[in-house]
């Protein structure tokens, strides 16, 4: 079962939940069942999904972009947020995973707000700008190959309309991203894209706060 954040102690983090955490079961449900799959380190905490939850209620999100779906727990808990009429863009490459999502989205009734799209998520993106897409959607959140990162970047700043935020999973990287040691290219791609950020012009507010594994925020100008 994937539970936890890197940044403070056990006790601290239970603390959190203990006093925070409002999971039903069926969200413990998906968690459970994601930590028994080999790639179980993927999947989102419970504290982060309900964070995005939030943001989805406060920004009043109805066009949402999630790059990296896995088994669902992030697309469950953004589209049980949205009110009805919101659609969510799910891209992904993994029919096993997704087909996990997929029963936990029925399950939740949320199943006609998720749009999955299977396949490389810079083609779907590139897709949807095609489709006359750009500046349409509310939120993006960004949980896929690192290596992407850049790419999934230029591509939701095109697709989100003005004062949308973008959200990016994993940008703390385990701590690498601050060990001199580390020039590996996935921290390399994680440093540079958080200092683009920080200096671009195109977003106007900024922020990285150590939930998980590190959640960079940027809102479009």
């Known amino acids: ?14 603390y959190i939940l203990a006093n925070t955490l409002r999971e039903d079961d ?3 449900d998906l968690r459970e069942v994601t930590g028994h799959m080999p790639e179980s380190n993927m999947q989102i905490s419970p ?3 309900q964070f995005m939850g939030m943001l989805v209620k406060l920004m009043d999100a109805t066009r949402i972009i999630e790059i990296g779906v896995f088994t669902g727990y992030s697309s469950l808990s953004m589209a049980r947020a949205m ?11 993994s029919v096993d995973y997704t087909d996990v999502a997929r029963g936990y989205w029925e399950r939740a009734g949320v199943a006609d707000r998720i749009d999955l799209r299977l396949g490389p998520a810079i083609e779907t993106l590139d897709g949807l700008i095609r489709e006359g897409k750009g500046g349409e959607f509310d939120l993006a959140f960004i ?3 690192k290596e992407n990162y850049p790419g999934y970047y230029e591509r939701c700043l095109s697709l989100l309309r003005s004062g949308g935020l973008m959200i990016f999973d994993n940008i703390l990287w385990s701590g690498r991203v601050v060990d001199p040691a580390d020039s590996g290219r996935q921290t390399s791609i994680l440093r540079d894209l958080t200092a683009e950020i920080g200096r671009d012009g195109r977003v106007v507010d900024v922020t990285l706060l150590p939930v998980a594994d590190g959640l960079l925020l940027a809102r479009k100008a």
């Open 83 to 93: 009110r009805d009429g919101g659609t969510l863009v799910a891209c992904d490459i």
């Open 26 to 28: 069926l969200g413990r």
């Open 143 to 145: 949980d896929a190959d």
């Open 1 to 14: 079962m994937s539970i936890g954040n890197r940044y403070i102690s056990a006790e601290l983090y239970e």
């Open 47 to 49: 504290d982060q999904g």
